[in-house]
């Protein structure tokens, strides 16, 4: 069996009074992550994974920012498009390991509906899927409140013919 490894990441700045969509979860927040799309940093990090596992460029590539075809759009609809072109490719995902990075909210309680939301999307078991988050201890434009960023390590498999 064939198995590939890929790695994605995404940063993006926090502004006051837009949503805050994390992990295709719309998190309470006074701040929110604004992007091209609904800059949900995790999905965003976890496409990347995929796309490099398979050689398939990026996010960025695939559904560029500079497209009106893509302005506002979910990235819950994003991944689903990544997880296609994964499949088409010939490969599975074996797993996803993400880790984001953000000084507030805490959102231990909402992972759950997160793994819920992205395996369902993905079409993968809860137990392919793990989510971590961490603070930067007050440094940095995390630390400020001013950003938030997500990593993700993504396990695809060759399909046997």
């Known amino acids: 069996m064939n198995f590939r490894i890929g ?5 993006h700045r926090l502004e006051e009074w837009k949503e805050f969509w994390l992990g295709g979860v719309l ?4 701040k929110g992550a ?6 949900d940093v995790l999905i965003h990090a976890i ?14 590539t695939r559904f560029p920012d500079t497209s009106d075809e893509f302005k506002g759009i979910d990235s819950k609809i994003l991944l689903k498009k990544t997880c296609a072109l994964i499949r088409e490719n010939g490969y599975s995902i074996g797993n996803i ?10 959102i231990g309680k909402y992972i759950p509906e997160m793994l819920f939301t ?7 078991s809860q137990g392919d899927l793990s989510i971590k ?8 434009f995390i630390g400020r409140e001013e950003g938030i960023s997500a990593y993700a390590v993504a396990l ?5 013919i």
């Open 7 to 11: 790695f994605g990441f995404d940063t």
């Open 27 to 30: 998190v309470p927040h006074t």
């Open 34 to 39: 604004v992007g091209h799309s609904d800059a």
């Open 47 to 60: 496409c990347d994974a995929l796309l490099g596992a398979a050689s398939l460029r990026d996010i960025g």
């Open 97 to 106: 390991d993400a880790t984001v990075v953000l000084q507030a909210p805490k």
């Open 118 to 124: 992205l395996s369902d999307v993905m079409g993968i």
């Open 133 to 140: 988050a961490k603070t930067s201890e007050t440094l940095g």
């Open 156 to 160: 695809i498999l060759l399909s046997e």
